[in-house]
């Protein structure tokens, strides 16, 4: 099946820095891709959907000036966590469809710790 | 209310055991319907995909109802690798996640 990758898969970072996590498509062209947040024991919330080339679409109570999503390949989008907090720690999953309604990938996931 | 709403768990049986997820979703212009399995600290992985007309495999059956708006999960003669959390997902041009519920399974 297709592959997703997303790294790094576990950060520590300390309060007001910020953090970079990338998603790669490796055996396939996604135009779209999804950014999700999980807290423990809680399902995934979509965040914002990264569209190749264009702004990406944030859902709402998502701060799009604190989750910056690039989204400059086919193949490729990243997730800038800007001036984290404690409150930011969670795990962090990307997904991409190869189509519409199709099975969706998923990255391996990134645990971020905010100290 | 949620969209997609599960379960809540968290289910401990035996091995051997039959075990039902039940899912319900709330917007009748969802469009596909899937399983998925989530291990502790690890990404979602597809199950299979739930369709009207019922679809099995192995000790797995799903099934959806769309009058109904629901969605269920049959694992039979259960083993201790199926323990993790099964997550009911729709997509309405973008996959909408239940929360969950997790299975125990013991020896």
């Known amino acids: 099946g297709a592959v997703v990758s997303q790294h790094p898969s576990r950060v520590i970072c300390k309060s007001g820095t910020s953090v970079k996590i990338e998603c790669r498509s490796l055996d396939f062209q996604a135009t779209t891709m999804f950014w999700y947040r999980q807290f423990p024991k809680q399902s995934l919330m979509l965040m914002a959907t990264s569209n190749e080339g264009s702004k990406a679409t944030y859902e709402q109570g998502v701060e799009k000036d604190k989750f910056l999503i690039n989204h400059a390949s086919l193949t490729l989008s990243t997730l800038t966590v800007t001036s984290a907090h404690p409150e930011d720690s969670s795990f962090y999953i990307c997904?991409?469809?190869?189509?519409?309604?199709?099975?969706?990938?998923f990255g391996q996931g990134t645990r971020l710790t905010v100290v | 209310r949620k969209e997609v709403e599960q379960d809540p768990g968290p289910f401990n049986v035996p091995e051997g055991a039959t075990v039902a997820f039940n899912c319900t979703y709330s917007n009748s212009a969802s469009q596909s319907f899937f399983w998925y399995r989530q291990d502790c600290r690890k990404e979602p992985k597809l199950l299979m995909s739930v369709y009207s007309s019922g679809n099995e495999d192995g000790r797995f059956t799903a099934q959806l109802n769309r009058a109904s708006q629901y969605i269920s999960l049959l694992i039979r003669d259960s083993k201790l690798s199926d323990s993790a959390t099964y997550l009911c997902v729709v997509t309405r041009g973008k996959l909408i996640f239940g929360q969950g519920t997790e299975l125990s399974v013991k020896p």
């Open positions: 997904s991409a469809h190869q189509g519409a309604q199709t099975e969706a990938f």
